[in-house]
């Protein structure tokens, strides 16, 4: 299995996401009602934390390592399975 790095804003955004799924889920299932419009500010507030998250986790990596080329041509190439 390949390795990939941790991306917090990602798992943010996800469990976000999942959240308003939930609540249409709920809905739909009959076990509360969730009016149309509700879904729409936790995806914002959720897309909003993830970018935020993403931002400051993208700063934190570029601050531990300041030999790190910003062209990425210091990286190795992907291997392609």
Do not use: C, K, N
């Not at 993403?54 to 041509?73: C, E, F, H, Q, W």
Request: aromatic fraction near 8%; hydrophobic fraction near 50%.
């Amino acid at each position: 299995m390949l390795r990939h790095e941790f991306q917090p804003g990602r798992l943010v955004a996800g469990v976000f996401l999942t959240l308003a799924g939930t609540m249409y889920a709920g809905d739909a299932g009959g076990m509360w009602e969730t009016p149309w419009f509700a879904v729409i500010p936790v995806v914002i507030v959720g897309l909003f934390l993830a970018g935020v998250v993403g931002m400051v986790s993208r700063g934190i990596r570029r601050r531990r390592a300041p030999t790190a080329r910003r062209d990425g041509a210091d990286r190795e190439p992907a291997a392609h399975v």
